[in-house]
């Protein structure tokens, strides 16, 4: 069977439910693309990537308002459905999943899924409570959906391995299909927080791609001590003065933990905020006795 000739777009559990409900008898394959919406060519790029191994790909639009603590950008994140619709339906998209707050977090809801350890360090040491509701909103739907693969970006790093963490502890049967970062040609990681970035600071952004090749390049170079590739790091940072770091660092891949030498699997990371807007990137390298890497995706 084929694939559905037009998008549509669900907001209720119940109806997205029956309407993949065929599709799962079937024994079709089912790919899910979790969004937050203002959608641009990094969320785009998951379609194809899905559709190479999924019958059917579901993209799921939901500003989630655990993710944001107090004082955050909840109320003013980008919000933009029908031009979403449209491009996701351009992408190839077939079903649109676009529920509102209280279909996700009905009143008296109170479960949270948190992963105590992998959460609290650089973003979670930052935002305290921020992948508790990741991780609470992708298990919501993961059951909702069902998926056979999901896919998540690499730009946001930490998200991707809390997402695989979850679903390793809680025995979800999903794929998880690692996106490699869509970038602007200065380097600048694509996000929807690009959106807020006046002029100025849009020409100073490009310094955390720099910062995070900097760091690459020391290591390819044979820098192997951490700390003097996160000095490099700073220093490209420290050149930027709209530019306030909040972390420049070289972790483990799997967990996140610091190194102190560079070696096996390894991420640059670096968050900071470029005026008032803040904005992440990472480069993934596998470094080993023959040389460096970089691991896309």
């Excluded at 351009?90 to 209280?102: I, K, N, R, S």
């Excluded at 502890?169 to 959106?195: C, K, Y």
């Excluded at 972790?251 to 991420?267: C, H, I, N």
Aim: aromatic residues 4%; charged residues 25%.
């Amino acid at each position: 069977m084929g694939r559905r000739p037009d998008m549509e777009r669900i907001e209720e559990v119940a109806d997205l439910r029956r309407v993949l409900a065929p599709v799962r008898a079937d024994g079709r394959r089912i790919g899910l693309v979790p969004t937050m919406g203002a959608l641009h060519r990094g969320h785009l790029s998951h379609v194809p990537l899905l559709l190479a191994h999924a019958d059917l790909v579901v993209m799921s639009v939901f500003v989630n308002p655990l993710q944001f603590g107090p004082g955050e950008d909840f109320e003013r994140y980008p919000r933009s459905l029908e031009d979403d619709a449209k491009l996701a339906e351009e992408a190839g998209v077939d079903l649109l999943f676009c529920p509102q707050v209280t279909t996700l977090y009905p009143p008296g809801s109170e479960t949270l899924v948190e992963l105590p350890d992998l959460s609290s360090q650089l973003e979670g040491a930052v935002r305290p409570t921020h992948f508790r509701g990741v991780a609470t909103v992708v298990a919501k739907l993961l059951n909702i959906v069902r998926p056979d693969l999901a896919s998540f970006g690499q730009k946001d790093l930490q998200q991707l391995l809390v997402v695989r963490r979850l679903v390793s502890d809680l025995h979800f049967d999903v794929q998880i299909l690692a996106v490699p970062t869509a970038r602007e040609p200065d380097g600048l990681a694509l996000s929807s927080r690009n959106a807020y970035l006046g002029a100025d600071d849009r020409r100073e952004a490009a310094a955390l791609n720099r910062a995070c090749r900097a760091g690459f390049d020391a290591v390819a170079a044979g820098e192997r001590a951490a700390s003097r590739v996160e000095a490099v790091m700073a220093e490209v940072l420290n050149g930027f003065p709209r530019v306030r770091p909040d972390y420049a660092v070289v972790r483990r891949l799997d967990d996140l933990k610091p190194m102190t030498v560079v070696s096996g699997r390894a991420a640059v990371l670096v968050a900071a905020r470029v005026g008032s807007t803040r904005l992440l990137d990472n480069l993934v390298m596998d470094v080993t006795p023959d040389g460096v890497r970089e691991i896309r995706g």
